[in-house]
């Protein structure tokens, strides 16, 4: 989609279930966006106008139905929303499925009979969904032919719970240049780059001088939920192959020059109008009961106390104001995501001691969606996030 255009969605449902489409950081107005309010019936469609206002960035659509997010995502209902913005030109690889390539990252189990197993009971209850395999684009650890230059890969990570932490098998650098928010100011060279799920960036790889493949790979970050807490100490499970990448001579390469600087939107965070506290909270005793019913319950998750109630709002905010928000997580660490607005993005406040500090800290500029939240035992410390309201 290009900035400034109007794109009219029309959302078919051929499920037996109830689906929505949300269209995960896109700055829309909430009947337009998709939440579990809007949930339309199999056989039934749904149609959403969507002004795009939000600058170049990568985001992604997924079905929404409280309570099934997880089970529907996992099993497809999720895709890419690439915004490009064509009065801001950015001098990046931008052929698309040549040397600009969207990698949705899911890691995903499979039954005897090759179909998807979704099974939320046991450990899954508190530590999330995690898949045995690593699928790319529906795909099990597969080879991209791409050209002997810059590379571009717009990495989603669409994983139910797996935290990535990407690096090349060679341990090359490459430069980001996007986070959740849309370009940086200019490219960032790094190693690793840790995305959350739900979590979007955009990296440039140099594959000029390259002759022999080149894997994408990642650490398990293994964020399990209390680990050096109570459930037993921290210990990384190693690393595995996510994709390849196969240089081919005959494929022409558009970019071999890595631009210097990138048409970043300037944010203006003006001094915070107001604070907010929220407390997320898993409560241990329910979350016990449930898994011992093999169920996830929703009440034993809250925020400030108050459960999940999609006739209730619970807070207010007025457009165009900055706020000060103040995340604590009490068990365990969270992924915090707020539509319609961006913050700085705070990842080196709040990734645990051991993983990757030093060698993660945010980009100057990139902006999020996302807020990291770190549990107490856990984390570093709570998130103190300023965000700004598009
Ligand atoms: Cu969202």
Redesign the pocket.
Known sequence: MKRGQTARMQVGNQTDDPVTA?W??AHVPGNMDGGPQVAFGPGKTWDAELNISNPAATLWYHSHVHGQIGSQVYRGLAGFLLIDDPGAPDGLPSNYGVDDLPVVVQDRSFNRRGQFDYDPGGMATIQGIRGSEIMVNGAIQPVADVPRGLVRLRILNGSNARIYQFSFSDRRNFAQVASDGGLLAAPVSRKTLTLVPAERAEIVVDLSQDTQTVRLISADDNNAPMRGGMMGSSSDTGQFDVMTLEPRSELSATMTQMPSRLPAVEMDFDTPVRTRDFTLDMHLGGMMGSMVRGAFGGSTMSINGQGYDMNSINETIRIGETERWRITANMMMHPF?V?GTLGPRNENTVVAESHARKSNCSPEGAYSDYTWVCASGYCVNGADQHYFTL
């Open positions: 949300h995960h950081a995501h539509h």
